[in-house]
């Protein structure tokens, strides 16, 4: 089975975007239980599957792999 290059750039954003909505979603006074709809945590694979999507397919632009090949 052939090695698929992943974008590590994508990759990285799509955890980050991970955690600052997962962060944003659950923010609510304190005391009081976060009130949003179910639809509104499905977002967060989806836009995973965003990320990767177009850093793979669109952008290719891989920052990491910039910077092996500059040494």
């Known amino acids: 089975m052939p090695k698929k290059n ?3 750039t ?3 954003l799509a ?3 991970c955690i600052v909505l ?10 009081e239980a976060p009130n949003n ?3 509104e945590y499905a977002i967060i694979p989806l836009g995973v599957v965003v ?3 177009l850093f793979d397919y669109v952008i290719k632009f891989d920052l990491f792999d ?3 090949k500059k040494k």
């Open 66 to 68: 910039f910077f092996k």
């Open 51 to 53: 990320i990767t999507s």
């Open 37 to 39: 709809p179910p639809w």
């Open 15 to 17: 955890v980050i975007y």
């Open 10 to 12: 994508g990759i990285v």
């Open 6 to 8: 992943r974008n590590v």
């Open 22 to 31: 997962f962060e944003i979603l659950i923010d609510a006074p304190p005391g």
